[in-house]
């Protein structure tokens, strides 16, 4: 039986080409699905939240060992807490994402608690138990700029989509060494993030070389920014518990502070010297102002 003309036709113009072509055709049109369908599984990945919230601890030094606990019981408490688990379960999605990290010098951060979902009660005490199992670190100098590098890039990597991204930073002193606390805060606010703060300031009565009596000053100054950023000074060791608390509440809640918190345009910001804990240590290691 003849073959039909237009099969002949077809025939010879692949005897031509050589099957190789062929196969290379397949081979496009498959790695051209797969990418769509990789495409497809990465948009699909991003697991919609109403808050992607990075905790920031500072575990240096300056801050002695009860302070340390206390600040960890602080975070502890707060997800045990009804009200809280009520505010991340009331969002539009009912549901955030949480990582806990601790920080002192240029190339000190490290998790503590991976990026979590927390959707129930249930999942917020499990959080909660988890962080009261781990050890807490006690690690040499205050990079507040290193710390902010590292939560923009657990932000990035997160693979969620929060409808809010908020860095809430604690710490008992300035930036001394690294990148520059405002510099990096910039980047995080161009990137829509809101950077919030809790300043401790424990030792105002009594400081030593690398305290700062204002150090509310200066984290509103260099180290809080964004849409609605505020920060919880923390003047007396009995209210660090509470500051913790009523700070994640208004983080989640997305209900913005209160008057009686410190917001990000308080006071003379522009005209703080915001490399002022560099200079303390430069004076430190030099034994005498330069």
Known sequence: MEKAPHLLASESIWQRRGWGTWRRVVAWLA???????????????????????????????????????????????????????????????????VVYMEWAGPS?????????????????????????????????????????????????????????????????????????????????????VVVNGLPIMLKTSSPTFFDLTDLDRYYAACVIGGAGSFMVPVKDIAELKSAIRRKLLLEISGLGSPP??????????????CLIGERQWRWYLDGAPN
């Open 108 to 192: 000190s951060q490290s998790v503590v608690i991976p990026w979590t979902v927390i959707d129930s009660p249930a999942a917020a005490r499990a959080f909660a138990d988890r962080l009261a199992a781990q050890p807490i670190s006690r690690l040499r100098l205050t990079s507040i700029g290193a710390a902010l590098q590292f939560a923009r890039a657990l932000l990035a990597e997160s693979g969620f989509a929060g409808v809010r991204r908020v860095v809430d930073i604690s710490g008992d002193g300035p930036n001394n060494s690294g990148p520059p606390a405002p510099m990096v805060r910039d980047q995080l606010v161009a990137d829509g």
């Open 31 to 97: 790695g051209a699905v797969a990418a769509c369908a990789l495409s497809a599984a990465s948009a699909a990945a991003q697991t919609r939240v109403d808050v992607e919230l990075v905790i920031a601890v500072d575990v240096s030094l300056s801050m002695d060992t009860d302070e340390q606990r206390l600040q960890r019981e602080g975070y502890v408490a707060a997800f045990r807490d009804p009200e809280l688990q009520r505010a991340i379960t009331s969002g539009a999605y009912g549901r955030i994402a």
């Open 260 to 273: 009686r918190l410190v917001q990000a345009q308080d006071g003379d910001a522009e005209s703080y010297d």
